[in-house]
């Protein structure tokens, strides 16, 4: 970003006052080295959801404040940010989305986040882990809805939490919000999912491609209104969204489990027997 670009978006405002961009917001660098190292310690340790965040900050997207600018200075962005100025609070109510239809998107979500164990205010931990100061600024909103709506991100496009629907996820985001961050680690985590089911028939590389086909096609999900798409039906949410059934992902399921494969701990599943070993 130059220098003027960045002075011209310390002078926008929203309609409330809010800077689009804080002056003392730091300059995002380009760092890809940091970002290939910080991939390498995600693929020992995958739960380290921190290392995530320091991928995408060391390979900044150049259109970032172009679409930070067009939804956050919009009316639709002015609307979001008065109803949902933070999205944790709704998500982790559980109560109150349970009062919801049964069917909805509020019920898969509690379903899918009360079975693995999760919750939004634990993403903003992980998020909150790296330190990094906050500045009263548009993009401050704008970054932390879109990390808060990752797990709706599962949700919606029926991806779980397995190695391969991560990286399915992250693709999909990518389709939505273009960052090298997501591509580095979409189609290189997919390289060494491959590698580790050496000779599996799952088609996995055709399951990320459908993931970013779908992402691609799909309205931004951040842009919606969040509290409303929860109350409403999952199928219904779906089909307006334009996110079809994951056919490649689930057939890259079927055929590990037919190859007596576990989709969910695979390192675990291809590593020799002792006999292999001893032999």
């Not at 590990?256 to 001893?278: C, H, I, M, N």
Request: aromatic content about 8%; some cysteine; proline content about 7%.
């Amino acid at each position: 970003m130059t220098s003027t670009a960045r002075s011209a978006y310390h002078q926008m405002f929203a309609a409330d006052g809010t800077v689009l961009l804080h002056p003392e917001r730091p300059q995002a660098r380009y760092r890809p080295l940091r970002a290939v190292s910080n991939f390498q310690k995600l693929m020992k340790d995958k739960e380290d959801t921190s290392l995530v965040f320091k991928i995408f900050e060391s390979l900044p997207s150049s259109s970032f404040m172009d679409r930070v600018k067009a939804l956050t200075l919009s009316e639709r962005g002015a609307f979001l940010r008065q109803r949902e100025p933070s999205l944790p609070e709704v998500l982790d109510d559980h109560a109150a989305l349970r009062r919801t239809p049964k069917g909805s998107l509020a019920h898969a979500y509690c379903d899918f986040m009360e079975t693995e164990g999760l919750s939004a205010a634990g993403l903003v931990a992980e998020f909150d882990r790296l330190g990094r100061p906050k500045y009263p600024d548009l993009v401050e909103w704008f970054v932390n809805r879109s990390r808060d709506t990752h797990d709706l991100f599962h949700v919606l496009t029926g991806y779980g939490r397995d190695a391969l629907g991560e990286q399915c996820v992250l693709l999909f985001t990518h389709g939505q919000s273009p960052s090298q961050g997501h591509l580095l680690i979409g189609y290189a985590g997919a390289a060494n999912i491959k590698k580790m089911a050496r000779g599996s028939a799952a088609p996995v590389f055709g399951a990320v491609r459908q993931a970013h086909r779908t992402g691609k096609g799909a309205p931004q999900l951040m842009a919606q209104p969040i509290r409303a798409l929860l109350a409403r039906p999952l199928d219904e949410v779906r089909a307006e969204l334009r996110i079809p059934q994951p056919t490649q992902y689930r057939e890259c399921h079927r055929i590990w489990q037919a190859e007596g494969l576990d989709p969910y701990d695979l390192l675990a599943s291809t590593k020799p027997s002792p006999d292999l070993v001893a032999a």
